[in-house]
């Protein structure tokens, strides 16, 4: 299995800072990569695939980058409805594994 | 705009089946992978398996051969078996819709529309 790892865990912040969430992979994934946001209670909603390419209705603010084994989510300026926890997925060989998540707080 | 309906019973006990469908609406059968997803309280999300509109199925090996899904084309639905459950398999399910992507002979694919998902919990 391809183990996906995501840096940090917990990442707390303010209205209209920048952040970026890192998510690495074990082997390469090529751009084989998905971002998922998923609050309490919730499905997760997808937010990036390809590694970089921008799901329908998904605000601008986000973006993705990488390929081979690290990736990056980036909020450009982060509004109060991003404050969820962050999933990375590689979808490159079975069983598509998922990261362990990052929390993104308040601060 | 396709929308995934899930059913199936939440609580269980140990050794029994688990047993949930999802019923697809708005939206086409053919030409997807229809997933099962499940997450563990505080943990990240577990892809169990697919199942394309023709029946073919890939599933997780961790499962060994407990798991099976299943698909009825006529009802528009698929559905999830985990037989022999655990409390290790107490969990919320999700079935999800995966578009593919062909390149050089393979197919790959994200999930872009998910069920609103089913807690399962076994105990004894």
């Known amino acids: 299995d391809i183990q996906m790892t995501q840096s940090p865990s917990t990442l707390s912040a303010s209205v209209g800072d920048r952040v970026t969430i890192t998510c690495r992979a074990i082997q390469s994934i090529s751009s084989w990569l998905a971002w998922y946001q998923q609050k309490p209670g919730k499905a997760p909603k997808l937010l990036i695939y390809?590694?970089?390419s921008l799901e329908n209705g998904v605000p601008s603010r986000f973006s993705g980058s990488g390929s081979g084994t690290e990736f990056t989510l980036t909020i450009s300026s982060l509004q109060p409805d991003d404050f969820a926890t962050y999933y990375c997925q590689q979808y490159n060989s079975y069983p598509y594994t998922f990261g362990q998540g990052t929390k993104l707080e308040i601060k | 705009q396709v929308q995934l309906q899930q059913g199936g019973a939440g609580l269980l006990k140990p050794s029994e089946t688990l047993s949930l469908t999802c019923a697809i609406y708005g939206g086409s059968f053919s030409g997807y992978f229809w997933t099962w997803i499940r997450q563990p309280p505080g943990k990240g999300p577990e892809w169990l398996g697919e199942i394309t509109h023709s029946g073919r199925t890939k599933y997780n090996p961790s499962l060994k051969s407990r798991v099976t899904i299943s698909i009825d084309t006529s009802t528009n639905q698929f559905s999830l078996k985990l037989s022999s459950v655990t409390a290790a398999d107490t969990a919320v399910y999700y079935c999800?819709?995966?578009?593919?992507?062909?390149?050089?002979?393979?197919?790959?694919?994200?999930?872009?529309?998910w069920g609103k998902g089913t807690t399962v919990t076994v105990s004894s």
């Open positions: 390809k590694a970089s």
């Open positions: 999800a819709r995966g578009p593919p992507t062909s390149s050089y002979g393979s197919y790959y694919y994200y999930m872009d529309v």
